[in-house]
């Protein structure tokens, strides 16, 4: 038996939207879109199969049948007081509606409905002052709120039978004679059923509006945010391929030559100390390359899909690249590419296994880059001013929105030579990625620059994605 049906109380504390959304066919559901692991995956929650899917988790509403007797209570009733010390005895009177489909839904306030649709004690609730007023008002009009709550019942006919809506009307004999002559019994009846029709219509207009649109919609948008994680995802892992008999990364060290004179002017034991402070850790040419030629592989996936990555900061492109570069360069070690607080992407000697101490030997910084001002940032503040005094390997990955890229791509290279650290350029491992050396407080340090083309995605209507 369920009571305290289409009440005041169920519009204020059980909206029937709350539990659309959680019934286990719908969770289930986007849970699905949730672990969707491929583009390929996602194409099920569209079109006809997204249908057929909503369809099958979509429950039949419930619907009321015609109003009919149900049965009589002898002295089941409630007892009432005609005199300080008299009570009478009453009978209890059912009357029922079988009803067709989910019936734990009469439980729930359609709370898309428009305000004004009643409750059954709307009228009484108005009286006290509300649902908060409640435990301020008189006794009678408590009694009388709570015998409403069982105005309405849900309940089996019988044990695994279909189930109906029932309500009654305590009577004493009087009464009953009363109402066989004028019918007001039946217009009681009459009065609740043509009460309560209405908020299971609310009901059903719900349910269908729910699978029709909103549930539509959203398990739309939840596909379209996947889609572009998904994207995302690809444009890192895609194309990449690593084995683990390929070498890893290698750092070499390079002792500095001295004249003549310089030896002569130290002990042995000094002139050993001059040379290990003046030594020179380098990642290798080969490995250096290899890094290049990675990051142009990440770069063409990225390109292909910018919607991914074109309003992303500096840093999570940093942090996507690093575990790139972690997954996919040649030999590399889960942790040999790390970041740091300072520096965006850096390897250490000693994670190589290389040199006496944990010195860097390499670091890539990915910024975005509009104007001349923001390579300059780039280059002396970040990497030159950053840049440890044995590093003398870099890379610059200059990311650019502008939709003119072959434009951008020249005025990058251009504002890049134009700083008087500059040198000299030689070719990279990735055409149209030039390495320039730069001559930075007796330090001659390569930077490769690479420019990674991520226009900005905008919407139909023209604003950004």
């Known amino acids: 038996m369920r009571d305290g049906l289409f009440s005041e109380f169920e519009r204020a504390n059980r909206p029937l939207s709350d539990h659309l959304w959680r019934l286990p066919e719908v969770r289930e559901l986007l849970e699905r879109v949730r672990r969707a692991g491929s583009l390929r995956e996602l194409q099920v929650f569209e079109g006809v199969s997204l249908a057929k899917q909503l369809a099958v988790a979509r429950p039949t509403p419930p619907t009321a049948g015609p109003l009919l007797p149900a049965r009589i209570d002898e002295r089941g009733g409630k007892s009432r007081s005609i005199s300080p010390s008299t009570w009478v005895t009453t009978d209890r009177y059912y009357a029922k509606t079988f009803v067709e489909g989910e019936i734990d839904f009469c439980r729930y306030w359609p709370d898309s409905a ?113 889609a572009v994680d998904l994207t995302a995802r690809e444009a890192i892992l895609g194309g990449f391929t690593s084995s683990v008999d390929e070498p890893s990364p290698r750092a070499w060290i390079e002792e500095p030559t001295a004249g003549p004179d310089a030896a002569q002017a130290l002990s042995p034991a000094q002139a050993e100390l ?164 730069y001559e930075v407080d007796e330090r001659t340090v390569d930077v490769c620059i690479a420019i990674v083309h991520i226009p900005e995605v905008t919407t139909r209507a023209g604003k950004p994605k």
């Open 274 to 437: 001059d040379v290990a402070s003046r030594m020179v850790h380098r990642l290798s040419p080969k490995s250096f390359e290899a890094v290049q030629e990675v990051i142009r592989c990440w770069a063409d996936s990225v390109q292909q899909n910018p919607i991914g990555f074109s309003h992303l900061r500096e840093d999570h492109v940093s942090d996507v690249l690093t575990a790139t570069l972690n997954a996919t360069t040649p030999g590399a070690r889960r942790e040999t590419f790390s970041r740091s607080g300072r520096s965006d992407i850096h390897i250490t000697a000693d994670v190589l296994g290389e040199g006496p101490s944990p010195a860097v030997t390499f670091i890539c910084e990915a910024k975005w880059i509009g104007q001349q001002s923001d390579i300059s940032k780039a280059l002396k503040i970040q990497l030159f001013r950053y840049l440890p005094a044995h590093s003398t390997s870099a890379i610059l990955v200059a990311l650019s929105r502008r939709q003119d890229f072959d434009k951008a791509q020249r005025s990058i290279l251009q504002w890049s030579q134009s700083l008087e650290e500059f040198r000299s350029e030689s070719a990279g491992a990735v055409q149209g990625w030039p390495v320039f050396r």
């Open 114 to 226: 428009p305000d004004d649709l009643e409750a059954v004690d709307t009228e009484l609730i108005q009286q006290i002052g509300g649902l908060d007023a409640l435990q301020h008002a008189n006794e009678e009009l408590v009694s009388r709120y709570w015998d409403m709550r069982t105005l309405w019942q849900a309940a089996p006919v019988e044990e695994g039978g279909p189930w109906a809506l029932y309500t009654y009307i305590d009577a004493t004999s009087e009464e009953i004679l009363a109402a066989a002559n004028d019918g007001s019994m039946n217009r009681e009846f009459e009065r609740r059923y043509n009460q309560m029709t209405p908020i299971l219509r609310a009901i059903a207009e719900q349910v269908d509006l729910f699978f029709d649109a909103e549930l539509p919609a959203h398990v739309s948008n939840m596909v379209e945010r996947r």
